[in-house]
């Protein structure tokens, strides 16, 4: 009968152990039974090499040695098995949860909060907890240890930081901040660590290298799009070009020449990279479009009423030019014309300072056009229209021209409650407030982005025209 040597022994003993069986018992019982597999086969004829390929195809993969270990460990320790029925129970119902909170969400449905919630929930404090002590039992090796940790601290602060986003809760942000820079500095390389560790071939070590820089710059990319930072398209798409026509084509054809069949971990992989792949490209193409098609119309309907109300109210000056309250109109109209006036400023500093380098507003930059009514911005022309810097240097509470516009609004909220007191309301009052429109404190950085603040400033700059329409009308009718 033929006997296997002490080095294959070795090479046996030591692919079983690079599965990382942590049941000292199961390891010896399972080299030994791979070793009189090996010698059964070698009686056929066999040389060694061609008998242990043959034993591990029996086996099906690799993986069905560490899936013997799940099933004993599942058998004989019940704290695993408490650890491995939450994990996957706490997976699904959070993960089911969430798809339809985002369903409720895009149909404006009640009640997408509080699945987001739970789902959110579910899947940081129940499902990441679980699937971390899970691993670690199923392994106990140390060299993992960075990953296991890096994995749960990314997967717990992205799922925090998107429910955040979704709700509009504070440090969404720093969250999803965090969440990629504990991908990129620690997760990404440690798993790349790991798999360069267990596959020895070079093929697979390059697509491995390869895949992980895609993933880095994908991941960056989608962090500067969600937070509207400039580069995000180009870090996108460098990252779906590396992922989808580099990286996916070469791990196929390694698969196809490495594996007589198809297995469920390849097909697994391809729809996963899919699933990553497509909407990242969707997003990254449409998502400008949306704002194009959606956001710029608003802001050029806004500009377009400013000026009809402007021309409605020149047309009842000219009305009551004869009239003994004429002076009156007029007056208030130069005292309206004098906060506009500050608005249009604040509006074109703005658009200079996105525009221009930092500490060096542009000049006469393209955006800006001169009209009959004023400066005007020509929206679609902005290159940095989410850029949140004008927004904190102008329209925050401490910035000098915020504190100018509160103080030119409130006097001329006192000049027309004491020109007409009959009508000058609190509603009316209202809409002159500067919190309705601009921040009434600190948000977190980067959250107000310059278009949303044009746009409320085009609205503030509407109202002072309907507040004044209203006014000159009872003057008129006195």
């Known amino acids: 009968m033929p006997e296997l040597t002490l080095r294959n022994i070795d090479q046996i003993s030591n692919d079983i152990r ?115 002590g899970v691993l670690w039992k199923e392994t106990h090796n140390r060299n993992k240890l960075v990953l296991i940790i890096s994995g749960f601290v990314t997967g717990f602060l992205f799922i925090a930081g998107t429910l955040f986003k979704l709700q509009h809760w504070p440090i969404a942000g720093i969250l999803l ?49 969600i937070q509207h930072w400039p580069a995000a398209s180009v870090l996108m798409v460098l990252g779906l070009i590396i992922l989808g026509f580099i990286v996916l084509p070469m791990y196929t054809w390694q698969s196809w020449k490495d594996e007589k069949t198809i297995s469920a971990k390849f097909i697994f992989i391809v729809i996963g990279s899919l699933l990553i792949i497509i909407p990242g490209a969707l997003i990254n193409l449409n998502l400008q479009g949306m704002y194009d098609n959606g956001y710029y119309p608003h802001l050029e309907q806004q500009q377009k009423l400013f ?56 000049v006469n930059p393209a955006a800006l056009v001169r009209t009959e009514t004023g400066s005007e911005i020509i929206y679609t022309k902005l290159s940095r229209p989410f850029n949140p810097l004008p927004v904190r240097d102008f329209l925050m509470m401490s910035a000098p021209f915020r504190q100018k516009l509160d103080k030119a609004l409130s006097g001329y909220n006192e000049y027309l409650s004491a020109m007409s007191p009959q009508l000058y309301s609190e509603k009316l009052s209202s809409l002159l407030e500067p919190s309705v429109y601009l921040p009434s404190k600190e948000p977190e950085e980067g959250m107000i982005t310059m278009l949303s603040s044009l746009h409320s400033l085009e609205i503030l700059r509407n109202n002072l025209l309907t507040v004044e329409s209203m006014v000159l009308e009872t003057i008129a009718k006195q």
């Not at 909060?113 to 929930?121: E, V």
């Open 177 to 225: 901040l965090c969440s990629v820079i504990s991908a990129v500095i620690f997760f990404l390389p440690a798993l790349l660590s790991d798999r360069l560790r267990e596959d020895g071939t070079n093929q697979k070590r390059r697509i491995y290298i390869i895949g992980t820089a895609g993933a880095i710059f994908y991941i960056m990319g989608m962090l500067f799009k």
């Open 307 to 362: 000026e009809v109300r402007q021309a409605s109210i020149k047309s009842v000056l000219e009305n009551y030019r004869d009239s003994s309250y004429f002076q009156k109109m007029i007056q208030a109209d130069s005292k309206t014309n004098e906060v506009i006036t500050l608005l249009e400023d604040i509006r074109k500093q703005m658009v200079a300072e996105a525009e221009g380098e930092p500490g060096k507003p542009a």
């Open 18 to 132: 690079n599965e990382e069986i942590s049941f000292s018992h199961l390891l010896d019982d399972l080299i030994d039974h791979v070793c009189c597999d090996v010698e059964y086969e070698m009686q056929k004829g066999l040389d060694f090499y061609q008998a242990y390929q043959s034993v591990k195809q029996k086996m099906g993969s690799t993986r069905r040695i560490r899936e013997i270990q799940e099933e004993t460990l599942y058998s004989v320790d019940s704290k695993y098995r408490k650890m491995k029925n939450t994990m996957k129970f706490s997976g699904i119902a959070g993960t089911i949860l969430f798809g339809v909170a985002a369903m409720f969400k895009i149909q404006h449905w009640p009640g997408a909060g509080i699945l987001l919630t739970l789902g959110a929930f579910l899947l940081a404090f129940v499902f990441m907890p679980s699937v971390t």
